[in-house]
């Protein structure tokens, strides 16, 4: 069982930046990947971002590529995403989820991941 907690959400201006965190719980974090995915009001629940279990493998949805920026502290069981040059369009409660995986390339869908956060809600005014 693995319990999350994402924190660092709010509102910031088109053009800001924002760094969540999602805060794990147990001793086995190094074996999940970890991604982030986002819901918007009355559209499904996106990809954002995903790292593997070691940290040496990442993958973004296209739209975030040189924007967003995911990592992780195995040591502090904390996987973290940077958000930079940020659009009205980004607004949305962003999820952090975990994989049970060893895998080099980390999963980005829903299906594939074994537990979810809360959510944080993140707003960006134009």
């Known amino acids: 069982q693995v319990q999350l907690v994402e924190s660092g959400g709010g509102l910031v201006q088109a053009g800001g930046s924002l760094r969540l965190s999602c805060a794990a719980s147990?001793?086995?974090?190094?074996?999940?990947?970890m991604g982030w995915f986002r819901q918007a009001p009355g559209k499904e629940r996106e990809f954002v971002a995903a790292?593997?279990?070691?940290?040496?493998?990442?993958y973004y949805k296209d739209s975030m590529k040189g924007r967003f920026t995911i990592s992780r502290d195995n040591a502090k069981n904390t996987v973290y995403l940077q958000m930079n040059s940020l659009k009205p369009e980004d607004t949305a409660v962003y999820y952090c989820a975990a994989q049970w995986s060893l895998a080099v390339v980390p999963g980005s869908r829903v299906y594939e991941y074994d537990y979810w956060g809360q959510g944080t809600q993140v707003t960006v005014s134009s």
């Open positions: 147990g001793r086995t974090f190094s074996s999940y990947a």
């Open positions: 790292i593997n279990w070691s940290g040496g493998s990442t």
